[in-house]
């Protein structure tokens, strides 16, 4: 007997997120290789002009990350696209609020140096909390309606 299609249409925001999804592990799975390359690396260059380079090699998926997202947004609906932004707007305020408050209390030797690398996963983290939150908003006023 012959398997029967799917006749349901697809949607596009699941391929959307599926093709993100892929692209996103590609990029970070290449992040993770130029990481660990680069510093292997930069342990046999000693006072070498190619360290600059060579240094900054993982930024370059990162870039491509950045890209895939834009265009990932893009291609979202607009209450996704919303929650997003929203999400984007509390990262931004946690970040810029515990960055500030970390720098004061440092200022006064009353904290160590805070690592500018970890900025990014900092934001990041809070972008995630700031999803969760807006999702769960958006949701009970969908619920409502």
């Given at each position: 007997m012959a398997a029967m299609s799917d006749s349901r249409p697809v949607?596009?925001?699941?391929?959307?997120?599926?093709?993100?999804?892929?692209?996103f592990a590609i990029a970070m799975a290449v992040y993770t290789i130029l990481v660990v390359t680069s510093q292997q690396i930069?342990?046999?260059?000693?006072?070498?002009?190619?360290?600059?380079?060579?240094?900054?090699?993982p930024v370059v998926p990162l870039l491509v990350v950045f890209w895939l997202?834009?265009?990932?947004?893009?291609?979202?609906?607009?209450?996704?696209?919303?929650?997003?932004?929203?999400?984007?707007?509390?990262?931004l305020g946690a970040t810029l609020i515990f960055?500030?408050?970390?720098?004061?209390?440092?200022?006064?030797?009353?904290l160590p140096n805070f690592p500018t690398i970890?900025?990014?996963?900092l934001m990041i983290f809070a972008w995630g909390i700031g999803s969760f939150i807006t999702?769960?908003?958006?949701?009970a006023v969908c619920e409502t309606d």
């Open positions: 949607n596009p925001q699941v391929l959307s997120k599926q093709r993100f999804g892929r692209r930069l342990n046999t260059l000693s006072d070498s002009i190619w360290r600059y380079p060579v240094a900054l090699l997202f834009l265009v990932y947004l893009r291609e979202m609906d607009e209450l996704l696209r919303r929650i997003q932004f929203e999400a984007f707007g509390i990262s960055t500030i408050t970390w720098g004061f209390l440092e200022a006064a030797d009353l970890m900025v990014g996963p999702q769960r908003h958006y949701n």
